[in-house]
C-alpha cells in the first residue's frame, strides 16, 4: 500500500521531513502514488494514532509531533484558501454583483464568503 511505504519514509526521517522528490525515491514509488499515500493518511491518521501529515517549503511533508508544527500548516492552509476566496470573489462573484445588483443569490454568496474571509483572516494572524 502506498500509504504505508509514505508512513514509513516519514517515520524514519523524523524529525526532519521529506520533499515529494525524496519521498519519491525512498518509497520508490511514483508522484502519483506518494501522492495517494498522503491523501490516505491524513484523511485516517488520527484513526491509526499518527500525527498529522503536514508540509511546508523549508521541511517538506512531515509526521511531526510538534504542535507549532501543525499550527503553522493549518495557517498556511487558512491563508491559501483566504487568497482562493478571494480571488473567487474578486473574478466572479463581484461582477456579478456588479452587474445584477439585485440579484439574490450573488448577494447571499456575498454575505456568507465575507463571513468566510473574515474567520480565515482571523485564522491567519492570531497568536498563540
Excluded: C
Excluded at 514509488?29 to 503536514?54: C, E, H, M, N, S
Excluded at 439574490?104 to 482571523?122: D, F, I, N, S, Y
Amino acid at each position: 500500500m502506498h500509504a504505508e511505504a509514505v508512513r514509513r519514509a516519514l517515520e524514519e526521517a523524523r524529525p526532519a521531513g521529506l520533499t515529494l522528490k525524496r519521498l519519491v525515491r525512498s518509497t520508490k514509488r511514483t508522484p502519483a502514488q506518494v501522492w495517494a499515500g498522503i491523501r490516505y493518511l491524513r484523511k485516517f491518521a488520527i484513526r491509526d494514532g499518527l500525527p498529522p501529515v503536514t508540509f511546508n517549503a523549508t521541511d517538506g511533508f512531515q509526521l511531526s509531533e510538534d504542535l507549532e508544527v501543525w499550527i503553522a500548516y493549518e495557517r498556511a492552509v487558512f491563508r491559501i484558501e483566504l487568497r482562493r476566496i478571494t480571488n473567487f470573489v474578486e473574478a466572479a462573484v463581484g461582477p456579478h454583483a456588479k452587474r445584477l445588483p439585485k440579484d439574490e443569490w450573488a448577494r447571499l454568496v456575498l454575505e456568507q464568503l465575507g463571513g468566510v474571509k473574515a474567520t480565515l483572516e482571523v485564522l491567519t494572524r492570531m497568536e498563540r
